[in-house]
């Protein structure tokens, strides 16, 4: 067996053990931590003295038999081969000293006369045996000896003086004795020698990993491990055992450069928790509450779980740092710490935590760190934990760390019993979980819906309850709580009025047909002071005011001021998110899609990063509804397909309209048809067609029936849009466009009359140059004579352009280039078609894109390269003289009138429409306003 760093104990033992075959009798005392080596360093000097005729007796003392008396004696005279006479009275001895009792009280019950007896016995036994041959006595783990044997050991060490016997102890350092008098008593005599075992130095360290792991392994881990184990040879195994077994797993692996890491694995963790429990019960102790209490492991703390006075925590303390179990009071890894607290009982466990919980309130410590141990011991009892609990929470809500926060509110709402503080309580805590999974917050409902029929929670926080209803389709208690508003809240605080009259525009929006129950409150800026108020308030008194700006027909540029304001001030947070989105969506109705789109994604980002994936989820939603306008149903339907990944299709309740509808209309335009009628095999709440969210899926499903050619299943989708948006009074083509839908349904059946007049209705509708006015312009070009077309779809091209809406550019640009053909100028077509190819390529058009490929318009199937058409670069090239006078052409002017307004002559702007026509490659006036439009959408795709 090869010991590291012992040679000078086995030196030692050679001399010692040279006198005891000289006939004289000597004593070694091995001392040290807990796995310091003590019983291996034993085994090699056994293992040396056995090449001598010697006889050994070996015993030792274990816990379990502690407390019994004279066990390690009967142990003792149990090895030794007693003559039979011998044998008779040391049994006789034992049931007498068992009967007795012990006078003077004696702490271990045996008589004095039993133990002096006992120990002439023993000496009597060993002495003869010497006379025969020298004796290897070993007594191994003396420190869980009894008393009374550890006095009879006492004496057969004074006996030996004269006799060739070495006697050999182990004990633990910073064990205490049943009698200390044992150690004062052999460590006296003149032939006792006292081994002290020390932990391992780093080059002891490297030695023994190197015998396991070699030499490169060794040097480069030995700093590390001696490190996490302090030197203690025990755990330096396990380390090693660990290090090997994860070579082996790795052998298999593709090849890697080695990294040389220390591994902490199962063998570790065994090897430490042995050392653990051989530690002294004081040492345990102490143990278990510097890992309950971590960092905040302060003297004061420490005593107050432990209960330990400051010397005995000192000796504990030392023993601890000296066995590599601690270093400087603290774990040395956080595995160890890790598994001191898996292994505490649940009784113990609790018992810490709440010392820790109470001790470190008193030190006036932090909330999170109280919090963090009654949330352990899952109970309070204090009068204090509900309040730091809450207060803890709302820290970690604050550091987007929801799942902490909503485990200390769980505490705290079981924990109270105050029907106003509980609802409180409760309503906070469905908040948070309503973050993290809607589906949660079910639980949370019934409570609810009661503390606030009851009047235990302000009417400002009924939005966040109706939200939770109306998405779990809870619609008749959604009602009840409206029907109990009180009638008359002119006079209520400012968080109240602006609660409710967002609760109100928000109704109009989302879901009408509950918008009656709920009074229209004045909100008034000049006497409804929200400055001093939360953002909460702020952003739900500005999205109440967009919503009736834009659902009662205000001006577009006040829309959108409010809602860019709402952006730029608001925070993604807890009450923000409906606003936000109420912004959001007014951007995309007023066609500024570009805008939209950027600020959803930095909301989008911000909530991910958040760990927000209720949140994450809606925005998404949203952005999928922005990139089907946008044209980009590739986004449209990652953005949808995320929506529905992230919060599963069962726990959206009617708002999955949205996602769902968005994601089969993207499939739709793409030519993924079968999945966009599986999706609408799916079973929807009824509560959908009740609300705004199920228009978006009434009018993806009315699209797929179109693509289907099914134009009857169609229309009735279409026109039941229609019909519930006229019931609502939210009749806006900026919402939905169903009117131009239903027109074409008309067309493919061939109602014109009937499409004419919903497209006109449209147009009558619509003000200003917005994406729905354009879509009516290019279904009244097909319904308009051939030469009014171009002139239509020129105007409706040019709005699309503007609006960054690409599909629908690209419906508009075929229209455009039948209308070319259908007029005879195939060239214009050709030119028209090639860019409705290209963005319907973008956009992933599939139905489209191959219609565009089908070649009706002569030339338009050819490779680009055959086909003459101009290019961004070409318009480049004009001079800034070329481009005032091509832009006067195309605004109509004559030749003498473009000479009047530039102040040159005729000749001149002759000679540079020469150039012009040459620079755009085109022959005549005419096609100069084309080859213009079609410049500027290739320099904006």
Wanted: proline share 4%; charged share 20%.
């Amino acid at each position: 067996m090869s010991l590291v760093e012992r040679g000078e104990e086995l030196s030692d033992f050679s001399g010692i053990f040279a006198d005891v075959m000289q006939g004289r009798g000597r004593i070694i005392v091995v001392t040290g931590v807990v796995a310091s080596g003590k019983t291996e360093l034993i085994d090699t000097l056994v293992e040396k003295a056995a090449e001598a005729d010697v006889d050994r007796i070996m015993v030792s003392s274990s816990e379990l038999t502690s407390n019994l008396p004279l066990a390690l004696v009967v142990q003792f005279l149990q090895c030794l081969q007693l003559p039979p006479d011998l044998r008779r009275e040391a049994s006789a001895l034992f049931a007498e000293s068992m009967l007795s009792p012990a006078p003077g009280g004696l702490d271990d019950g045996v008589p004095e006369t039993s133990t002096a007896r006992y120990a002439h016995l023993l000496n009597e036994v060993v002495l003869t045996a010497a006379r025969r041959r020298p004796q290897l006595i070993v007594v191994d783990d003396v420190h869980n000896a009894d008393a009374a044997s550890l006095r009879c050991l006492a004496h057969l060490a004074r006996a030996i003086a004269t006799a060739p016997v070495l006697l050999m102890i182990t004990s633990r350092t910073g064990a205490r004795l049943a009698h200390q008098f044992f150690f004062d008593d052999v460590l006296r005599q003149p032939l006792s020698t006292h081994l002290r075992l020390t932990p391992l130095s780093q080059e002891g360290t490297r030695q023994l990993l190197a015998a396991r792991l070699g030499d490169q392994t060794a040097a480069r881990l030995s700093g590390n491990c001696h490190a996490l184990t302090g030197g203690n040879p025990l755990l330096l195994k396990a380390v090693a055992e660990d290090h090997l077994a994860e070579a082996l797993t790795q052998v298999r692996q593709p090849p890697r450069q080695q990294t040389y890491q220390v591994v902490v694995g199962p063998r570790f963790i065994e090897a430490f928790l042995t050392c653990l429990h051989r530690v002294t019960p004081e040492a345990l102790r102490l143990a278990r509450a510097v890992a309950v209490l971590g960092e905040w492991a302060k003297p004061t703390l420490l005593a107050a779980l432990t209960g330990l006075d400051t010397a005995t925590m000192a000796l504990a303390f030392r023993s601890l740092n000296e066995s590599g179990l601690l270093r400087d009071g603290q774990f040395r890894h956080a595995t160890a710490r890790t598994t001191v607290l898996g292994h505490l009982s649940a009784k113990d466990g609790t018992a810490l935590h709440l010392k820790a919980a109470a001790a470190i309130y008193h030190e006036g410590g932090s909330v999170t760190v109280i919090a963090e141990h009654l949330a352990a011991a899952d109970t309070c009892e204090y009068a204090w934990g509900v309040p730091v609990l809450q207060c803890a929470a709302e820290h970690a809500n604050a550091a987007d760390d929801i799942t902490t926060a909503v485990r200390y509110l769980r505490l705290a709402y079981r924990e109270t019993t105050a029907e106003q503080l509980r609802a409180s309580i409760g309503n906070r805590l469905a908040a948070l979980e309503w973050r993290l999974d809607t589906c949660t917050v079910t639980q949370h409902l019934p409570t609810l819906t009661t503390a606030m029929r009851n009047g235990y929670l302000p009417h400002h926080q009924l939005p966040d309850i109706l939200q939770y209803l109306l998405w779990h389709n809870e619609v008749d208690d959604a009602k009840a709580l409206i029907a109990q508003l009180p009638p008359d809240v002119e006079d209520s605080d400012v968080r109240t009025i602006a609660a409710l009259h967002f609760l109100r525009w928000w109704l109009t929006h989302t879901y009408p047909e509950l918008v009656g129950g709920v009074r229209d409150v004045h909100f008034d800026p000049a006497r409804h002071d929200t400055t001093a108020v939360s953002e909460v308030v702020r952003a739900q008194a500005r999205a109440a005011t967009l919503l009736q700006t834009l659902l009662t027909g205000g001006p577009a540029h006040s829309v959108q001021h409010q809602a860019e304001r709402i952006l730029q001030s608001c925070q993604l947070g807890d009450g923000t998110l409906e606003p936000l989105q109420v912004a959001l969506l007014a951007l995309t109705y007023l066609d500024q899609l570009p805008a939209a789109a950027s600020w959803c994604d930095a909301l989008y980002r911000d909530s991910r990063d958040r760990n927000a994936p209720t949140w994450r989820a809606m925005l998404a939603s949203t952005y999928a509804e922005i990139a089907i306008r946008s044209g980009d149903m590739a986004a449209a339907a990652d953005y949808a397909r995320c929506a529905l990944g992230t919060s599963p299709s069962q726990t959206w309740g009617s708002n999955i309209g949205v996602p769902l509808g968005n994601l089969v209309y993207a499939l739709t335009v793409m030519g993924e048809h079968e999945e966009a009628a599986a999706l609408l095999r799916l079973p929807l709440p009824e509560a959908v067609l009740e609300s705004r969210y199920g228009l978006h899926y009434l009018r993806a499903r009315g699209t797929v029936h179109l693509n289907q050619d099914r134009p009857l299943a169609a229309l009735s989708d279409f026109l039941a849009c229609g019909k519930l948006m006229l019931k609502w009074g939210i009749d806006l083509p900026s919402i939905i466009p169903w009117r131009t839908d239903a027109a074409e349904a008309h067309l493919q059946l061939g109602n014109h009359k009937a499409a004419r007049l919903l497209v006109h209705e449209q147009l009558h509708l619509t003000q200003g140059r917005t994406r729905a006015r354009a879509i009516a312009l290019r279904l009244l070009a097909r319904l308009s004579a051939p030469e009014d077309r171009p002139r239509l779809l020129g105007e409706a091209v040019e709005i699309l352009h503007d609006c960054k809406a690409e599909l629908e550019l690209a419906l508009a640009l075929t229209d455009l280039a039948s209308a070319y053909q259908t007029l005879g100028e195939p060239s214009k077509a050709r030119m028209t078609t090639r860019r409705a190819r290209r963005l319907a390529s973008r956009c992933k058009a599939e139905s489209l894109r191959k219609l565009l490929h089908v070649g009706d318009i002569e030339g338009a199937d050819l490779p680009e390269a055959d086909v003459e058409l101009p290019v961004a670069a070409d318009y480049a090239q004009l001079s800034e003289a070329e481009r005032r006078v091509a832009d006067l052409v195309c605004d109509g002017n004559t030749n003498r009138e473009i000479a009047l307004k530039l102040f040159v002559t005729v000749s001149t702007v002759e000679q540079h429409l020469t150039r012009i026509y040459r620079k755009l490659k085109v022959k005549r006036r005419a096609d100069l306003a084309t080859a213009l439009q079609m410049q500027l959408l290739d320099s904006s795709m």
